[in-house]
């Protein structure tokens, strides 16, 4: 079992930055994968960004490429999402998720709100 804790949503200007942690707990050495999706409103929930592990190559939906960064820190088991010049498009609930050989968890979502 894994444990994911979402942390450092909020309220942004649109043209701002913020910055999404997810803590990992539990199993972690049975994560072969990481990722943020992202659910709007009367939208299709969407794959935001992924990171390997341990190798880190990265991967991001069209719609945020070149405006959002996925990276970990393997010493505090945590991964992160920075995200600028952020859109009132990018409003959402963001969900940390780890992927496993046979299991796939999620955290609880932190809302990113971006007023234009």
């Known amino acids: 079992q894994v444990h994911l804790v979402e942390s450092g949503g909020g309220l942004v200007q649109a043209g701002g930055s913020l910055r999404l942690s997810c803590a990992a707990s539990?199993?972690?050495?049975?994560?072969?994968?990481m990722g943020w999706y992202r659910h709007a409103p009367g939208k299709q929930r969407e794959l935001v960004a992924t990171?390997?592990?341990?190798?880190?190559?990265?991967n991001y939906a069209g719609s945020v490429k070149g405006r959002f960064t996925i990276s970990r820190d393997n010493a505090k088991n945590t991964m992160y999402l920075q995200m600028n010049s952020l859109k009132s498009g990018d409003t959402a609930v963001y969900y940390c998720t780890a992927f496993m050989a046979a299991a796939q968890y999620w955290g609880q979502g932190t809302q990113v709100t971006v007023s234009s």
């Open positions: 990171i390997s592990h341990p190798g880190g190559t990265t």
């Open positions: 539990g199993s972690i050495f049975s994560i072969n994968a």
